[in-house]
């Protein structure tokens, strides 16, 4: 539950959008949940009074048309007619503490065979694109077909909630008892003005486009400062469509992690074992997963780096997963490590993001199975 809730909680972490990009006018295309999906719980769609009657709104509605340079009255009839969901208010809590994390657990929800196979058809049908993105950033085609997979199951879950909506209840009604409250509502202040900049400027309806509670939107679930700052027009069609251009949403992604240091050619982590005789269980309490260490500085702590990792050159991290009541798993993770950690800010969704690209990446280079149709011609 924890680790769902720090997914969801981690899209509004993220930051995305380049300079002139455009927003689609067209929210994405409803379709069936999935299995996969049903099992991440919803806030409540319950909704709350129109900003309308909010004098604080509307006061910050004058800021921020200052601030940002937008037509008054447009700011003003936008937020009014916004809405608060006390659902999304009660979502952005934190989980209660003290519930174990499991690594098995969480990558069952993302490692399983409806995202392997929706993933699968997602990089045949974009082959080209994702090698042109490779090329061009370095970024891997299984990292960004993890991160899609990962995010909305591929375009199938982009979210529900009208992005003015979630922006405004996270921005003017952020719970007090969160315990980073006031730097929270800061980002989601800044991220609701960046939204209605975006949309003014690419003249979309800024109460038509749907996300997440937390206000990523499209395939790659931007929030509006990523898509803003990272993300690219990759089709060529003079437009950013992080909704309906897969082309778009794979150039995007790729900028996103070249503009987070990826590092070409470099394997994201590597396999660990413990020497007994000089393991220091003082450091295994403190796992982190910025890169700090050399594989001379985890030696000295009885950490060993597993071939070829021995040979890496380069800070590492270690990573801690915890298994519920079983013993946690340890790796040492790189710099890629951390980039995908810039997406969201927990070891355990990075891992599932590599571990889905891997197993679509298998998939995808897999011969083609002989079916008894085709297999002599002969059926009955
Ligand atoms: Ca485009």
């Not at 392997?116 to 950033?137: K, S």
């Not at 950490?303 to 997963?321: F, R, S």
């Amino acid at each position: 539950m924890k680790k769902i809730y720090s997914l969801l909680a981690a899209a509004l972490l993220l930051s995305f959008s380049l300079p002139s990009a455009a927003v689609t006018k067209k929210p994405t295309a409803k379709r069936k949940a999935t299995k996969a999906q049903a099992q991440i719980p919803s806030p409540s769609k319950t909704k709350g009074p129109l900003y309308a009657g909010r004098p604080d709104v509307m006061q910050q509605a004058e800021a921020i048309a200052e601030r940002r340079s937008l037509n008054l009255p447009w700011v003003q009839k936008t937020l009014g007619q916004a809405r608060f969901m006390p659902g999304i208010a009660k979502a952005i809590l934190p989980p209660p503490v003290g519930v174990p994390k499991n690594w098995a657990a969480y990558r069952s929800r993302f490692v399983e065979p409806v995202r392997i196979q929706a993933g699968t058809r997602f990089w045949q049908n974009n082959l080209e694109t994702l090698q042109r993105a490779e090329a061009q950033t370095g970024v891997p085609a299984r990292i960004i077909v993890g991160i899609v997979g990962v995010e909305t199951i591929y375009g199938q879950n982009t979210g529900t909630f009208r992005v003015i909506d979630a922006l405004a209840t996270l921005a003017f009604d952020f719970p007090a008892a969160h315990p980073r409250a006031e730097a929270r509502r800061a980002f989601f202040l800044a991220e609701l003005e960046e939204y209605l900049a975006l949309t003014a400027r690419t003249h979309t309806d800024p109460l038509a486009l749907r996300g997440s509670y937390a206000g990523a939107m499209g395939w790659p679930q931007f929030m509006p400062s990523s898509w803003v700052k990272y993300a690219v027009d990759f089709d060529g069609d003079g437009r950013v469509d992080l909704f309906n251009s897969q082309a778009d949403v794979i150039g995007s992604v790729a900028n996103y992690f070249k503009a987070f240091q990826w590092q070409p050619g470099m394997a994201t982590h590597y396999p660990v074992h413990f020497d007994a005789a000089t393991l220091d269980p003082a450091f295994l309490q403190n796992p982190d997963i910025l890169p700090a260490w050399t594989v001379a500085d985890l030696a000295a702590k009885g950490v060993l780096v597993d071939p070829p990792g021995n040979q890496h050159n380069g800070p590492l991290a270690l990573i801690e997963l915890q298994n519920g009541e079983e013993p946690p798993e340890f790796v040492a993770g790189t710099a890629n490590f951390y980039a995908i950690t810039r997406y969201n800010w927990s070891s355990y969704y990075a891992m599932a993001v590599i571990e889905l690209g891997d197993a679509v990446a298998e998939a995808v280079a897999a011969p083609p199975q002989v079916t008894a149709a085709d297999d002599g011609g002969v059926t009955k």
